[in-house]
């Protein structure tokens, strides 16, 4: 069973857009919920992550929005560049140990 | 701070055979996991380790075996390989402080091809 749903597969997004993509999740005893950056050929590197006791995380173009209700959670790129294309991973934790749960996965495209 | 090292970058193994890669967190990090990487089934945890003790483990078989040293390396172990264990195994080091929202460091990976 997956716990960490990622959506969408892949994005395509002119320079200087908004790329979106969208995480939901099913235990609602996670309470970590990082988003990785992953270029070919390297390891994924945290971008961004943040708790259910805020709804919203913002750290210079790179924004996180959590729905702790409808138990989703999404990342925003504002601003787009081509240095952004990149695969995007959500994740999800709970608890004092370091079991991460991913998303799918979702390849960025900006197009320039 | 020197980052998380992977050995092998690559390897190539034929089905039977066992295999043993190695991770050298960044140093301080006490904690250690491994994941594996397929473009079908995602980023899949494995194992983590911590002061030389498995702390968690996923859905894998027997075949999939870990240990850390007290240096904090740790190194993963494959036996009896399949076709189907062909990925990429990703380790990451953590400080290990016990908080569970710690930034987990990804090394670039070793990339298993099991013919």
């Known amino acids: 069973q997956q716990q960490v749903k990622q959506s969408p597969q892949s994005l395509i997004v002119q320079k200087g857009g908004i790329s979106i993509i969208n995480c939901a999740y099913e235990?609602?005893?996670?309470?970590?919920f990082p988003w990785y950056q992953q270029f070919p050929g390297k390891g994924p590197a945290l971008l961004i992550a943040?708790?259910?006791?805020?709804s919203e995380k913002k750290e210079g173009r790179f924004t996180i929005s959590f729905n702790k209700s409808a138990k989703q959670f999404s990342l925003h790129i504002m601003d787009s560049q081509p240095g952004d294309s990149a695969t995007y991973f959500c994740?999800?934790?709970?608890?004092?140990?370091?079991?991460?749960?991913f998303g799918s996965g979702t390849k960025l495209n900006v197009k320039p | 701070k020197a980052g998380v090292t992977q050995t092998p970058r690559y390897l190539i193994k034929t089905r039977g055979q066992q295999v043993t890669l190695s991770c050298s967190p960044i140093?301080?990090?006490?904690?250690v996991s491994w994941y594996q990487q397929t473009p079908g089934q995602g980023l899949q945890f494995l194992f983590e380790?911590?002061?030389?003790?498995?702390?968690n483990k996923g859905n894998f078989p027997g075949r999939f075996s870990g240990r850390q040293f007290s240096n904090s390396r740790s190194e993963m172990n494959v036996s009896t390989l399949e076709l189907g264990d062909s990925a990429l195994y990703l380790c990451?080091?953590?400080?290990?402080?016990?908080?569970?929202?710690?930034?987990?460091?990804f090394g670039p990976g070793t990339r298993l091809l099991v013919l």
């Open positions: 990451a080091s953590s400080p290990g402080r016990g908080t569970g929202q710690e930034t987990q460091y």
């Open positions: 235990n609602t005893a996670f309470d970590y």
């Open positions: 943040i708790r259910p006791d805020v």
């Open positions: 994740a999800a934790s709970m608890g004092i140990f370091n079991k991460f749960y």
């Open positions: 140093s301080g990090h006490r904690s």
């Open positions: 380790y911590f002061s030389e003790t498995q702390r």
